[in-house]
């Protein structure tokens, strides 16, 4: 059974910087491309950023690139987003998912278009606040 657990959730400043873990267990987490997520209260989830399941490709929504990294340990099975220059608007519940199925990865823009619709499995999600 997947299981997907989110860390690293915190109460910041504008400007500081968090870095997000996402621990999986009972899957072959080196087969799979994985993603971060977030929903801010009142809003739709939004996908934010999604890595291969090699970590040789990622891909960012347009407000996050440049502030935030998603990066992936296959050896510890984890799964990290760095999150640098955070804004107030950042706040939000973040959630790590992994897509339905291994070497799955798309190009282009598909994951902001699309959104979840490749995702099948999905943590519990961690708070961020980011006050100003």
């Known amino acids: 059974q997947v299981h997907l657990v989110e860390s690293g959730g915190d109460l910041v400043q504008a400007g500081a910087s968090l870095r997000l873990s996402c621990a999986a267990s009972g899957f072959t987490f080196s087969s799979y491309a994985m993603g971060w997520f977030r929903q801010a209260p009142g809003k739709e989830r939004e996908f934010i950023a999604a890595i291969s399941w090699s970590g040789i490709f990622t891909y960012y929504i347009y407000s996050v690139k440049g502030r935030f990294t998603i990066s992936r340990d296959n050896a510890k099975n984890t799964v990290y987003l760095q999150m640098n220059s955070l804004k107030p608007e950042d706040t939000a519940v973040y959630y790590c998912?992994?897509?339905?199925?291994?070497?799955?990865?798309?190009?282009?823009?598909?994951?902001?278009?699309?959104?979840?619709?490749?995702?099948?499995?999905w943590g519990q999600g961690t708070q961020v606040t980011v006050s100003s």
């Open positions: 998912a992994a897509v339905k199925k291994p070497f799955l990865w798309r190009t282009g823009s598909y994951y902001s278009t699309v959104g979840s619709a490749d995702f099948g499995s």
